[in-house]
Nanobody, 119 residues
Framework: QVQLVESGGGLVQPGGSLRLSCAAS????????MSWYRQAPGKERELLAA????????NYEDSVKGRFTISRDNVANTVYLQMNSLKIEDTAVYYC????????????WGQGTQVTVSS
C-alpha cells in the first residue's frame, strides 16, 4: 500500500542544519512530483519546496530560498530536504507529499516529522 514516511526531524539550535528524508513505497515514485510542506501550531500548512518527477527542476517558497534544498533519488524512492541556517520560525511539523505528474489522481501525504529550532 502507499506509504510516505518522513524522518530526520529533531531539536536543533538556530543556525544549525537538519536533513529530512521521506521514503516512498506502494506507487510508481518516478512518475510523481514530490513536495515538502510544514505546519506550525495555529497556522496553515504551507508549501516549502517542490521537485519534478525526474528531479530536473525545483521551486522554493521565498522564506526558505537559499537555505533549503529539495532533492530526490528515484532508485531509493526517497525525497530529501536539506535545511541549513535554521531559524526559530522554522519550527513546525514537516510533511512530504507526492502528486501525479501524468493524468489525474490523488495526492499522498506522509505522517510528518517534528522540527524544533530553539536556543
Amino acid at each position: 500500500q502507499v506509504q510516505l514516511v518522513e524522518s530526520g526531524g529533531g531539536l536543533v539550535q538556530p543556525g544549525g542544519s537538519l536533513r529530512l528524508s521521506c521514503a516512498a513505497s506502494g506507487f510508481t515514485f518516478s512518475t510523481y512530483g514530490m513536495s515538502w510542506y510544514r505546519q506550525a501550531p495555529g497556522k496553515e500548512r504551507e508549501l516549502l519546496a517542490a521537485i519534478t518527477s525526474a528531479g530536473g527542476s525545483a521551486n522554493y517558497e521565498d522564506s526558505v530560498k537559499g537555505r533549503f534544498t529539495i532533492s530526490r533519488d528515484n532508485v531509493a524512492n526517497t525525497v530529501y530536504l536539506q535545511m541549513n541556517s535554521l531559524k526559530i520560525e522554522d519550527t513546525a511539523v514537516y510533511y512530504c507529499k507526492a502528486f501525479p505528474t501524468r493524468g489525474w489522481g490523488p495526492d499522498y501525504w506522509g505522517q510528518g516529522t517534528q522540527v524544533t529550532v530553539s536556543s
